[in-house]
């Protein structure tokens, strides 16, 4: 029986690249969970955060993980903070593989940048940030099933590592 991909990680890890490159090697749909959000609100996170602040920013998150989980399984990219929130991992393993992008905060910064919609992320140093968020969230992080290294690797790369563990683990 196939079970949901959710991908976990810092931002900049690659959990949009690598999902949608997953998700289409696995023909499988690509939840963007921050993509809906910002969809359905209509405006950027950066604003939904600045506007009605990071608990209701994760309540909505929630809802729309719950929303993704129930729905046909699918490779799910929720925001980085996601799977910080108590209990968050826990309950995405019943109907999941949990996947942990890991990238050392120095890379996960580098490609993180160019965005600029990452409210976690404005304004100071990005590294020493990023370094921050690590620290407050590989924890959590590490309840995922199985962790695939993003270092030094290209997203097709990744892309490989996550769908062979969908593959063998997932019943994709």
Same mark, same amino acid.
């Given at each position: 029986m196939?079970?949901?991909v959710?991908? #976990?990680?810092?931002?900049?890890?690659?959990?949009?690249?690598?999902?949608?490159?997953? $998700?289409?090697?696995?023909?499988?749909?690509?939840?963007?969970?921050?993509? #809906?959000?910002?969809?359905?609100?209509?405006?950027?996170?950066?604003?939904? &955060? !600045? @506007?009605?602040?990071e608990? $209701? &920013?994760? @309540?909505? @998150?929630?809802?729309?993980?719950?929303?993704?989980?129930?729905?046909? %399984?699918?490779?799910?990219?929720?925001?980085?903070?996601?799977?910080?929130?108590?209990?968050?991992? @826990?309950?995405?393993?019943?109907?999941?593989?949990?996947?942990?992008?890991? $990238?050392?905060?120095?890379? $996960?910064?580098?490609?993180?940048? %160019?965005?600029?919609?990452? *409210?976690?992320?404005?304004?100071?140093?990005?590294? !020493?940030?990023?370094?921050?968020?690590?620290?407050e969230?590989? %924890?959590?992080?590490?309840?995922?099933?199985?962790?695939?290294?993003?270092?030094?690797?290209? *997203?097709?790369?990744?892309?490989?590592e996550?769908?062979?563990?969908?593959?063998?683990s997932?019943?994709?």
């Open positions: 196939k079970r949901h959710v991908l #976990i990680g810092l931002p900049g890890s690659g959990k949009t690249t690598v999902g949608r490159l997953a $998700a289409e090697q696995l023909q499988a749909g690509f939840v963007d969970i921050d993509a #809906i959000i910002a969809r359905r609100e209509g405006k950027p996170i950066t604003m939904i &955060f !600045a @506007e009605k602040g608990a $209701a &920013f994760r @309540e909505m @998150e929630r809802k729309e993980m719950e929303t993704a989980l129930g729905a046909a %399984p699918a490779v799910v990219a929720p925001g980085g903070g996601w799977a910080a929130q108590p209990g968050a991992i @826990e309950e995405a393993r019943r109907s999941a593989l949990v996947i942990y992008l890991r $990238a050392r905060p120095e890379m $996960a910064a580098q490609r993180a940048e %160019p965005e600029g919609t990452r *409210p976690l992320l404005m304004g100071e140093d990005p590294v !020493a940030r990023m370094r921050q968020l690590l620290k969230r590989e %924890p959590f992080y590490r309840n995922a099933h199985a962790q695939v290294d993003t270092d030094r690797k290209t *997203p097709p790369q990744v892309s490989f996550v769908v062979r563990l969908a593959q063998s997932a019943g994709w």
